[in-house]
C-alpha cells in the first residue's frame, strides 16, 4: 500500500484509544473541560453504566457559535498557543483533542451559550463524515454535552466494555477524584436518573469538607493533617491513621497542581514514608495535594495525564517522603490521639 495521509476521522478514532478508554475516561475528560471552563457547577447524568449515555452540562463560560466545529476538531483547543504556554501549563487540557477524539466513537451533540450571545446552539455528528449540523435550540449560559452509544462503531473497543455497574464504579471514582481537587465546585452524579452523588460547593480552600464528603468524616477526623512548604514546593495531606489502613485501598488520592495523579514517584515516597513510620503498610489512606511552580513539572507525558514528570525528582520525592513520615511519627500528639481512639 502506498503512504497516503489518513483521513481525519480515522485519525481521530486512532487517538481516541489513548485517550477514550472506557465511558470513565469520557467523563473525565468532559469534566475537565468543564473546570478549564470556569464552572462552579458541573452535572453528570449517565445512563446504564455510560453505555447508552453521558450527558454533562456545566454553567461554565460556554462555546461561540462560530467555534463549536472548530471545538470538534483534532488539535483545536483555546488553552494554549505557544510552546511557552505548555511549560507554563494551568489548565487540565491543552491538547485538543478530547472532543474530536470522544466525537469519532459515539453520537455527541454539544449545545453551548456563552453569556454573551442571546442564542443557545446546538452541533451534532456522528456516522462517516465529520460533517457537523448546527442547530439554534434554548439553553442556560454554559454548556452540555450529550455523549450517546460510545464505541457504537468500534465494535473492538465496545468489546471490552465491562458491566454496568463496574462501568459506573469507574466513573464514580474519576468524579470523586476530581471533586476533591475543586471544592468550589458543586458536583451532582446521577446513574440511571437516580442521584449517586451530591457533592455541594463550599470555600476553594476548605480542602478538609470535601475530604470529609467525598472519603467521610470519620477519615478527616482520624487523619493526620500536615502542611509543608521547600523551595517553592507546597505539600498539604490527609494521611490515613492505623484504623483505616486495611479497608482504604480506595482512598488513595494524589493531586499535582490541582490535577489528580496515580503518580509512581508521589506513591513510591508515600509508602516510604509510612514504611519508616510505622513498619510495613500495605494500603495506606490518604489524600495528598502538591503544588509545584509549573515550569518545574511535564504534565505532556500521558495522553491521559495521569502521570507528570518532575524536574527535580529526587527532591520532590524526599521532600513528600520527609514531610510524611515526620507527620505521622507517633510522638505527632495529634496521631498518637487517633491511633488511641
Ligand atoms: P482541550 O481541553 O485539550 O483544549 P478538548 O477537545 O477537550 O481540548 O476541547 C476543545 C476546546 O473546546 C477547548 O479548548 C475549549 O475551548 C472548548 N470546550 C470544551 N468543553 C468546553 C466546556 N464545557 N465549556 C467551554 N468550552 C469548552
Ligand atoms: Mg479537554
Request: charged share 25%.
Given at each position: 500500500?502506498?503512504?497516503q495521509?489518513?483521513?481525519?476521522?480515522?485519525?481521530?478514532?486512532?487517538?481516541?484509544?489513548?485517550?477514550?478508554?472506557?465511558?470513565?475516561?469520557?467523563?473525565?475528560?468532559?469534566?475537565?473541560?468543564?473546570?478549564?471552563?470556569?464552572?462552579?457547577?458541573i452535572?453528570?447524568?449517565i445512563?446504564?453504566?455510560?453505555?447508552?449515555?453521558?450527558?454533562?452540562?456545566?454553567?461554565?463560560?460556554?462555546?461561540?457559535?462560530?467555534?463549536?466545529?472548530?471545538?470538534?476538531?483534532?488539535?483545536?483547543?483555546?488553552?494554549?498557543?505557544?510552546?511557552?504556554?505548555?511549560?507554563?501549563?494551568?489548565?487540565?487540557?491543552?491538547?485538543?483533542?478530547?472532543?474530536?477524539?470522544?466525537?469519532?466513537?459515539?453520537?455527541?451533540?454539544?449545545?453551548?451559550?456563552?453569556?454573551?450571545?442571546?442564542?443557545?446552539?446546538?452541533?451534532?455528528?456522528?456516522?462517516?463524515?465529520?460533517?457537523?449540523?448546527?442547530?439554534?435550540?434554548?439553553?442556560?449560559?454554559?454548556?452540555?454535552?450529550?455523549?450517546?452509544?460510545?464505541?457504537?462503531?468500534?465494535?473492538?473497543?465496545?468489546?471490552?466494555?465491562?458491566?454496568?455497574?463496574?462501568?459506573?464504579?469507574?466513573?464514580?471514582?474519576?468524579?470523586?477524584?476530581?471533586?476533591?481537587?475543586?471544592?468550589?465546585?458543586?458536583?451532582?452524579?446521577?446513574?440511571?436518573?437516580?442521584?449517586?452523588?451530591?457533592f455541594?460547593?463550599?470555600?476553594?480552600?476548605?480542602?478538609?469538607?470535601?475530604?470529609?464528603?467525598?472519603?467521610?468524616?470519620?477519615?478527616?477526623?482520624?487523619?493526620?493533617?500536615?502542611?509543608?512548604?521547600?523551595?517553592?514546593?507546597?505539600?498539604?495531606?490527609?494521611?490515613?491513621?492505623?484504623?483505616?489502613?486495611?479497608?482504604?485501598?480506595?482512598?488513595?488520592?494524589?493531586?499535582?497542581?490541582?490535577?489528580?495523579?496515580?503518580?509512581?514517584?508521589?506513591?513510591?515516597?508515600?509508602?516510604?514514608?509510612?514504611?519508616?513510620a510505622?513498619?510495613?503498610?500495605?494500603?495506606?489512606?490518604?489524600?495528598?495535594?502538591?503544588?509545584?511552580?509549573?515550569s518545574?513539572?511535564?504534565?505532556?507525558?500521558?495522553?491521559?495525564?495521569?502521570?507528570?514528570?518532575?524536574?527535580?525528582?529526587?527532591?520532590?520525592?524526599?521532600?513528600?517522603?520527609?514531610?510524611v513520615a515526620?507527620?505521622?511519627?507517633?510522638?505527632?500528639?495529634?496521631?498518637?490521639?487517633?491511633?488511641?481512639?
Open positions: 500500500m502506498p503512504i495521509l489518513l483521513p481525519p476521522r480515522l485519525a481521530n478514532q486512532i487517538a481516541a484509544g489513548e485517550v477514550v478508554e472506557r465511558p470513565a475516561s469520557v467523563v473525565k475528560e468532559l469534566v475537565e473541560n468543564s473546570l478549564d471552563a470556569g464552572a462552579s457547577k452535572e453528570i447524568d445512563e446504564k453504566g455510560g453505555h447508552k449515555r453521558i450527558r454533562l452540562r456545566d454553567n461554565g463560560c460556554g462555546i461561540d457559535k462560530q467555534e463549536l466545529e472548530l471545538a470538534l476538531s483534532r488539535h483545536a483547543t483555546s488553552k494554549i498557543s505557544t510552546l511557552d504556554d505548555l511549560e507554563q501549563i494551568l489548565s487540565l487540557g491543552f491538547r485538543g483533542e478530547a472532543l474530536a477524539s470522544i466525537s469519532s466513537v459515539s453520537r455527541l451533540t454539544l449545545t453551548s451559550k456563552p453569556a454573551s450571545q442571546a442564542q443557545a446552539w446546538q452541533a451534532h455528528c456522528e456516522g462517516r463524515e465529520m460533517a457537523v449540523k448546527l442547530n439554534p435550540v434554548a439553553h442556560p449560559d454554559g454548556t452540555t454535552i450529550d455523549v450517546a452509544d460510545l464505541f457504537y462503531n468500534t465494535p473492538a473497543r465496545r468489546k471490552f466494555l465491562r458491566a454496568e455497574k463496574t462501568e459506573f464504579q469507574h466513573i464514580d471514582d474519576v468524579i470523586r477524584r476530581i471533586a476533591l481537587s475543586h471544592p468550589e465546585v458543586t458536583f451532582i452524579l446521577r446513574h440511571n436518573d437516580k442521584v449517586m452523588r451530591r455541594l460547593a463550599v470555600d476553594k480552600t476548605d480542602f478538609a469538607a470535601r475530604i470529609a464528603a467525598v472519603a467521610g468524616q470519620k477519615f478527616v477526623r482520624n487523619a493526620v493533617y500536615c502542611h509543608s512548604e521547600y523551595h517553592g514546593i507546597t505539600l498539604e495531606a490527609w494521611l490515613g491513621n492505623e484504623h483505616v489502613l486495611r479497608s482504604s485501598t480506595d482512598c488513595q488520592f494524589s493531586f499535582v497542581n490541582g490535577r489528580g495523579m496515580r503518580d509512581k514517584l508521589i506513591l513510591h515516597a508515600i509508602r516510604q514514608a509510612y514504611e519508616s510505622w513498619g510495613t503498610v500495605e494500603q495506606p489512606a490518604f489524600v495528598v495535594y502538591l503544588t509545584v511552580p509549573p518545574d513539572v511535564d504534565v505532556n507525558v500521558h495522553p491521559a495525564k495521569h502521570e507528570v514528570r518532575f524536574q527535580q525528582s529526587r527532591l520532590v520525592h524526599d521532600f513528600i517522603s520527609k514531610t515526620d507527620a505521622l511519627q507517633p510522638q505527632s500528639d495529634y496521631a498518637s490521639a487517633g491511633a488511641a481512639e
